[in-house]
C-alpha cells in the first residue's frame, strides 16, 4: 500500500499472551515476559497506531503480585510517551470501555501506544464485583478494556454487541468485542435468533453504514466436533456483514487467512476472513503449540487491508515428533528396556540438535547482544510421543534425568500411546457371522451367573434338610451312609431341591 500514511491504520494483532505461566518453573517462568516484550517492541518499531490483544493476557484470573508488577513495568516502558495518536474513537465510550474512557484522552496520562483488549477464559472477570486482573490495569489507564458483555434476559439470556468506532482520514474501522462467554451457552445464545443482536453503525452524512471495515474480536473455542456440536461456536452463526474476525483461544498459530464459514443465504464473493494469531508462549506440551509463533500486522487503507505475519524470535524452542518402537530397525526385543532407552535417547538427541539449528540467526544475534553470561541458545522443549504397541515402557522421569541441562523439560519429555486396534470389515464380518453362530453357547460371564446359582441352590437345599430334621439326608447325599435309606432319603432330597430352584429363580428375578 503505497499510499499517503494519513489514511493508512496500522494495527498489530497478539493473543494468549499467558503472562505469568510457569512462574515456578526455574528454566521457563520468563518465557511469557519475554514474548510479550517482543510483541511490545514490535509494535513500538512499527510505529502502529494501536495494539489489539484477542484475550488471556493473564495465566490467571487472580494472577500473583510478581505477575502483576511484571507486567505493569512493561506497559509503563513500552506504552506511555508523547508520541502522538493519530486516530480517535466516534463512539460512546461510556458504552464501549469499561473505565467509560479511551486513556489516551485522560489528560492525566500519557499514552503512546494505545492497547485495546477483551478478556479470555483465564482472566475472565469473576466474583460479586465480576473483576480480573484486566480490570486492575485498565483502572490504571494502561489497557482499553472492551468487550465485557453482560447477559441479560431469562433462560439462555441476550447480548448486545455494540462497537467501538475508529477513524483515521478516511478510513474507518467497526471494531466489535466479545470476551470468552462459556462456550456451551455462547453455542445456543448464537443458535438461537434474536439472542444476539448486532448494533451497525448509522448511516450519516459523513458515512455510510457500508463505508466502516467490520472486525470481530473473541475468544472462545473454534474447534470443529462436528454440525451440532455445543461446546464451540459454529463460524456459520456469525453475521455476514463482517469483513475480518479476530480469533482468540486456540493456542496453534495458523499464519494464513482462511475464509470464515458462512451461512447458504451469504454471498460467498463477500465471506469474511479469518485469522488464528495463537499464543504467543508454549502453555502445554501439545502438538499445536509446537507451531511457530506468529504476530499480525493489520494493514487498512478505506475499505482495503492486507495482514502481514511477522514471526516471534523470543519464543523458547519446541519440537514434537512421533516414533514407533515396533517400526524401529533393527527390531526391539519387546521385553529389552535397555534397547527401547538407547533407541530412544537416540531419537530425543537429533531432535535437540534439530532444535539448536532451527534457531534463527536474529536470535542468536540477540542472545550475544545479551552477554556472556546468557550467552548459551535457550534450552528447547521436548516432546516425543512414543508407540510402544507390542512392546515396553521404561520409567520416564529415570529417563529425564540423563536430559537435565539439556532440555526444558526433561521429566515431560515422553508421551506414551498405543495404536488403535483396527479391524477391516472382512474381519468385522467374519465376527459378527461367529457371534450369531454362536448365540447358544454362553458367555463367560453368563456362565460364572450360572455357576453362582448352582452354588446357591445347594446351599438352599442343605438348609432346607436341616430345617425339616432330615439330618441322614445330608449323610446319604455326601455318601456317608448305605443304600438302605434310598428310596426315603431322595423323595426327601428332590422336595429340598424344587424348594431351592424356586427360591433361585425369584432371587434371579429380583437380581435382573
Known sequence: MSTPDGDLFRILISTDNHLGVWEK???????????????????????????????????????????????????????????????????????????????????????????????????????????????????????????????????????????????????KLAVYGLGNVRDERLGRLF???????????????????????????????????????????????????LDLVVWGHEHECIPDTVLLQQPDSADEGNAAHVIQPGSSVATALSEGESRRKHVFLLEIMESQWRIVKQPLQTVRPFLWDNISLAAAQPRI??????????????????????????????????????????????????RLRVDYTGLSTINSQRFGQKFVGKVANPHDMLLWAKAAARKNKEEKAALAESEAGSASVLRPDQLDQVRGHLVLCSVVCLLLLLEHGQTESIYFVSGEKGHQQQDYQLSQVSWAACEASSFVQAFALQDK
Open 25 to 171: 518453573d526455574e528454566i521457563r517462568k520468563d518465557d511469557s515476559f519475554k514474548s510479550f516484550e517482543e510483541v511490545l517492541q514490535i509494535a513500538v518499531e512499527q510505529n502502529v497506531d494501536m495494539l489489539l490483544l484477542g484475550g488471556d493476557l493473564f495465566h490467571d484470573n487472580k494472577p500473583s503480585r510478581t505477575t502483576v508488577i511484571k507486567a505493569v513495568e512493561l506497559l509503563n516502558k513500552y506504552c506511555l510517551g508523547d508520541r502522538p495518536v493519530q486516530f480517535q474513537v466516534l463512539s460512546d465510550q461510556q458504552q464501549n470501555f469499561v473505565s467509560g474512557r479511551v486513556n489516551f484522552e485522560n489528560p492525566n496520562v500519557n499514552i503512546g501506544l494505545p492497547v485495546f483488549t477483551i478478556h479470555g477464559n483465564h482472566d475472565d472477570p469473576a466474583g460479586q464485583d465480576s473483576l480480573s486482573a484486566v480490570d486492575l490495569l485498565s483502572s490504571c489507564g494502561l489497557v482499553n478494556y472492551f468487550g465485557k458483555v453482560l447477559l441479560s434476559g431469562n433462560n439462555i439470556g441476550n447480548i448486545t454487541l455494540s462497537p467501538v468506532l475508529l477513524q483515521k482520514g478516511n478510513t
Open 191 to 241: 443458535q438461537t435468533p434474536g439472542c444476539v443482536q448486532w448494533l451497525r453503525p448509522a448511516d450519516s452524512e459523513v458515512a455510510s453504514t457500508d463505508d466502516w471495515l467490520n472486525i470481530f474480536v473473541l475468544h472462545q473455542n473454534r474447534v470443529q466436533h462436528g454440525a451440532t456440536a455445543k461446546n464451540c461456536l459454529q463460524e456459520r452463526h456469525l453475521p455476514p456483514f
Open 333 to 382: 526385543d519387546p521385553d529389552d528396556s535397555t534397547a527401547i532407552t538407547t533407541r530412544l535417547e537416540q531419537k530425543v538427541n537429533s531432535m535437540i540438535q534439530q532444535a539448536l539449528r532451527d534457531v534463527s540467526p536474529q536470535q542468536q544475534e540477540q542472545q550475544r547482544q545479551i552477554g556472556s553470561s546468557a550467552l548459551a541458545p535457550l534450552l528447547p522443549l521436548i
